[in-house]
């Protein structure tokens, strides 16, 4: 029995590690609550009206819809997402996504310009360094 248990809790882990499930679990619209540049408020977070999350695409909408690719990698700690821009930018990035009493809330760190490495952490206060926070309230 102990085995039996063992056994469905390594498959509980591997499939939270499965990029597609990831990427389905966090469809959805999304509130912008935070958006940091180099540790600093952005001015123009009000400009992002909201972030949809669907079928592989990562969609900022404002006064233009900016939308952009992404390949999760679950199984990374801090969990990788990559994304692509238009343009074919390529942008390194680290997530995390936790249910909380508001909803899911989702958060981003990347680092922006042509060589830019992934972030390291959550934190989004290194130079060229961007973070997103999101929350997508529970369906009503």
Known sequence: ATVTVLLALVGLAG??????DAAAKLEGTYEV?????????????????A????????????PKDDPAKFVLNPAKSPAHIDI????????????EAKETTAGLELTIAMRLGPKAER??????????EVLLKLLR???K
């Open 119 to 128: 972030p390291t952490n959550l934190k989004g206060d290194g130079k060229d």
């Open 33 to 49: 609550l935070d958006i940091r540049i180099g540790g600093k408020p952005d001015p123009k977070k009000d400009a992002v009206k």
């Open 51 to 62: 972030v949809v999350v669907k079928d592989g695409t990562l969609t900022m909408k404002g």
């Open 137 to 139: 309230k529970p369906a």
């Open 15 to 20: 499939a939270a590690d499965d990029p597609k």
């Open 84 to 95: 692509t821009a238009e343009g074919d930018l390529k942008i390194l990035g680290v997530y």
